[in-house]
C-alpha cells in the first residue's frame, strides 16, 4: 500500500547534527502514524520517535529525548527526523516505520518499512 523511500544519513562527528527524511509514495491524509526505529550491529531493533496521524503528537524513546525531533511537511507526505548532539552510541541503520497511529508504530506495531539508511558518528 505504502512505499517509504529513506535518505540523508552518513558520516558526522560526535556532538554534531543531522537529519533524515523519509518519503511516503502516497499522500497519507493522516491514515498512518509515522515513525524512526533503529538497529545497530549485534543489537535488536529499537523504537526511535513516531508522530501521529495529524502530525500533532510526537513520542520518544527517552535515550533521544530532548535531542531528537520528529516531523512531519509537505501535507504530511515526508516525515524528518532532526538529530542533534549526536552520540557514538546513536550509530546504527536507522529505518523509517509506518503504522496505524503514532502510538502503535512506538509500540512496535509496524506494517510497512522503509529500506534504512546508515549513520555513522565518529568520536
Known amino acids: 500500500q505504502v512505499e517509504l523511500v529513506e535518505s540523508g544519513g552518513g558520516l558526522v562527528q560526535a556532538g554534531g547534527s543531522t537529519r533524515l527524511a523519509c518519503a511516503a509514495s502516497?499522500?497519507?491524509?493522516?491514515?498512518?502514524?509515522l515513525g524512526w526505529y533503529r538497529q545497530a550491529p549485534g543489537k535488536e531493533r529499537e523504537f526511535v520517535a513516531a508522530?501521529?496521524?495529524?502530525?500533532?503528537?510526537?513520542y520518544y524513546a527517552d535515550s533521544v529525548k530532548g535531542r531528537f525531533t520528529v516531523s512531519k511537511v509537505n501535507a504530511n507526505n515526508t516525515v524528518y527526523l532532526q538529530m542533534n548532539s549526536l552520540k557514538p552510541e546513536d550509530a546504527a541503520v536507522y529505518y523509517c516505520?509506518?503504522?496505524?497511529?503514532?502510538?502503535?508504530?512506538?509500540?512496535?506495531?509496524?506494517?510497512?518499512w522503509g529500506r534504512g539508511t546508515q549513520v555513522t558518528v565518529s568520536s
Open positions: 516505520a509506518a503504522g496505524s497511529s503514532g502510538p502503535s508504530v512506538q509500540a512496535g506495531n509496524v506494517v510497512y
Open positions: 502516497q499522500r497519507t491524509s493522516g491514515s498512518f502514524g
Open positions: 508522530i501521529s496521524r495529524l502530525g500533532i503528537n510526537t
